[in-house]
């Protein structure tokens, strides 16, 4: 049986409720090697990075800067804060509002990247040893590459261009408008699929079931090498098959239904504001890392956020949390049933400090072979 076969029996077996035992990875992880350098500029105004502190990617790419808020997982918006503080604050919001668009010397960045592992891959080959695993690049970590505006179309087809012309880097595309992506898609382009993008991952937003539900369904009709979600920050408990469900019958009478599968998924808290931000239930995360093992879903939790919480009866294990857990003064918070962990980690992003099941960051293996 073919892996997109399994991956499909998987997908239906979930949808009915059957259980697929999958691989069960846990324990510490290390970050794997970086496949580019250092930062490039760092400063009031860095918008490209070599070296990401996302723990998902190695790099980070921005074609430009702005965006509007969408949903409720808007509302703490790191890179409106940034903007706020760093730039004037008046790339935010609507028609009224600017895109700030970054310097031709920083947008040659991903192409000096490309040459970079052209270079260490021409080296690997002429030693017949294993290429170097290839660098994951987001795009955009202050922007939404598919937000409809007039004054982006030309700057997304340049970044399409950039995205074709750097073929040894995987780019990942996040959204929260996935239901843009055909209608926007850039006309200079070959359409979107695995054939002309091997190297090109497309992803969207679900912060909670509602959402999942909304834009899985549009993300999932766009065919991709790699499709995936970030469930952050996570605000509810979510039943990925309830998402898949949507629009699953259409999907499966497509050409390449392997094209159209959900194969990696990240999980994390809110951080931010210690004071406002939301709360994220430990059990949420142990859930979805369940369901992706049912679904052949590749999970990543990332962080558990500034403020995690536990049910009061997995308290009384203590032996299974490294980090504090008790009441603070800002207990009226906390939600009836529930008690707060405090981690050193301000994001809950150190592994080491969270249960035992929920230290799990897997990736999935991508166009090419690994
Ligand atoms: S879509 Fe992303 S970048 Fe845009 S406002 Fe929402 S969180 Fe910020």
Redesign the pocket.
């Known amino acids: 049986m073919t892996r997109a076969q399994m991956k499909m029996l998987a997908v239906t077996a979930g949808l009915f409720g059957l259980v697929v035992v999958g691989d069960q990875r846990r324990g510490k992880l290390e970050r794997e090697p970086v496949g580019v350098g250092r930062v490039v500029q760092e400063s009031r105004g860095l918008i490209v990075a070599d070296e990401s502190k996302i723990e998902w990617t190695d790099a980070s790419f921005n074609p430009w800067e702005g965006?509007?808020?969408?949903?409720p997982?808007?509302k703490f918006?790191?890179?409106?804060a940034r903007d706020h503080r760093f730039t004037g604050g008046k790339h935010?919001g609507g028609k009224d509002s600017v895109r700030r668009v970054i310097s031709t010397q920083l947008g040659n960045s991903p192409h000096r990247w490309q040459r970079e592992q052209a270079a260490k891959n021409a080296l690997a080959d002429k030693l017949g040893q294993p290429r170097p695993r290839r660098p994951r690049v987001f795009c955009a970590s202050?922007?939404?590459v598919w937000?409809d505006r007039a004054d982006l179309v030309e700057r997304r087809a340049k970044l399409f261009e950039t995205i074709r012309a750097c073929p040894d880097l995987d780019w990942l595309v996040l959204?929260?408008?996935p239901e843009n992506i055909t209608r926007l898609w850039p006309k200079n382009v070959p359409p979107p699929g695995a054939r002309d993008w091997p190297h090109l991952w497309l992803g969207c937003?679900g912060e909670d079931q509602e959402w999942l539900n909304k834009r899985l369904v549009h993300l999932l009709m766009v065919p991709a090498v790699i499709h995936f979600v970030s469930l952050e920050p996570l605000l509810g408990p979510i039943d990925l098959r309830e998402a898949f469900a949507i629009g699953a019958a259409e999907r499966l009478t497509v050409l390449r239904p392997r094209e159209h599968t959900l194969d990696w998924a990240i999980i994390g808290g809110e951080s931010g504001y210690p004071n406002q931000v939301r709360p994220f239930v430990t059990t949420w995360a142990e859930s979805l890392i369940e369901q992706c093992r049912m679904l052949l879903i590749k999970p990543f939790v990332k962080q558990l956020g500034a403020f995690a919480c536990v049910p009061i009866e997995r308290w009384r294990d203590p032996s299974r949390f490294e980090t504090r857990m008790q009441p603070d003064a800002r207990r009226e918070r906390t939600p009836p049933g529930l008690i707060r962990m405090f981690t050193k980690h301000p994001k809950g992003g150190d592994m080491n400090e969270w249960p035992p099941e929920l230290r799990v960051r897997e990736f999935p293996s991508g166009g090419f072979p690994t």
């Open positions: 965006c509007e808020k969408v949903s997982g808007c918006c790191y890179a409106e935010w202050l922007a939404d937000e959204t929260k408008r937003t």
